[in-house]
T-cell receptor, first 113, second 113 residues
Framework: GEDVEQSLFLSVREGDSSVINCTYT??????LYWYKQEPGAGLQLLTY?????DMKQDQRLTVLLNKKDKHLSLRIADTQTGDSAIYFC?????????????FGQGTTLQVKP | NAGVTQTPKFQVLKTGQSMTLQCAQD?????MYWYRQDPGMGLRLIYY???????DKGEVPNGYNVSRLNKREFSLRLESAAPSQTSVYFC????????????FGEGSRLTVL
């Protein structure tokens, strides 16, 4: 079945770049998403990439997609303490574009001052 | 503009008790979702409602029922709570033209003893 895998924890120093990686199994997914969850809050959409793109840049965020390897990454440049949160990778369930998403386990990003 | 509002925020139940989690959105969206979040497992879809009057099962529907009361409200009911239902529950909604852009409530933390 569909599955999304992420590493569970990443620690970086303030000012460094962070790279969070994700692998997925459903090659028919139309969109792939990155969500951010701050402590005690719901998830917020950070960015997304359409499956026919290789890269998307949005200010400090860069998303890279390797469809052949089914690998997605999120790079945060100049990481700040306010970026400390859990980051979830998600794919749309099947080829339809709905809110039925398959989420990874989440990567906890710790930013040390 | 509150977005997605969930009640209660915290609840402790004994095994076998029943309760209903309430969700309301003021974004005038058609679709609404219930997800559960468990440590190390990401979010999993319990039920969803594509429009008023329709509901469908997600990945983990067993032990739950839902009601789409009207366009604004989507409730999740546990008829006979079990310890395995200890989790954080999130309600979400999405706009039709950006279906993977889920707007989440702040969550309801449920503990079943």
């Amino acid at each position: 079945g569909e599955d999304v895998e992420q590493s569970l924890f990443l620690s970086v120093r303030e000012g460094d770049s962070s790279v969070i990686n994700c692998t997925y199994t459903d090659s028919s997914s139309t969109y792939l998403y990155w969500y951010k969850q701050e402590p005690g809050a719901g998830l917020q959409l950070l960015t997304y990439i359409f499956s026919n793109m290789d890269m998307k840049q949005d200010q400090r965020l860069t998303v890279l997609l390797n469809k052949k390897d089914k690998h997605l990454s999120l790079r945060i440049a100049d990481t700040q303490t306010g970026d400390s949160a859990i980051y979830f990778c998600a794919e749309s369930s099947g080829s339809s574009n709905t809110g039925k998403l398959i989420f990874g386990q989440g990567t906890t990003l710790q930013v040390k001052p | 503009n509150a977005g997605v509002t969930q009640t209660p925020k915290f609840q402790v139940l004994k095994t076998g008790q029943s309760m209903t989690l309430q969700c309301a959105q003021d974004m005038n969206h058609n679709s609404m979702y219930w997800y559960r979040q468990d440590p190390g497992m990401g979010l999993r879809l319990i039920y969803y409602s594509a429009s008023e009057g329709t509901t469908d099962k997600g990945e983990v529907p067993n032990g739950y029922n839902v009601s789409r009361l009207n366009k604004r409200e989507f409730s999740l009911r546990l008829e006979s709570a079990a310890p395995s239902q200890t989790s954080v529950y999130f309600c979400a909604t999405n706009p039709p033209n950006r279906a993977g852009e889920l707007f989440f409530g702040e969550g309801s933390r449920l503990t079943v003893l």
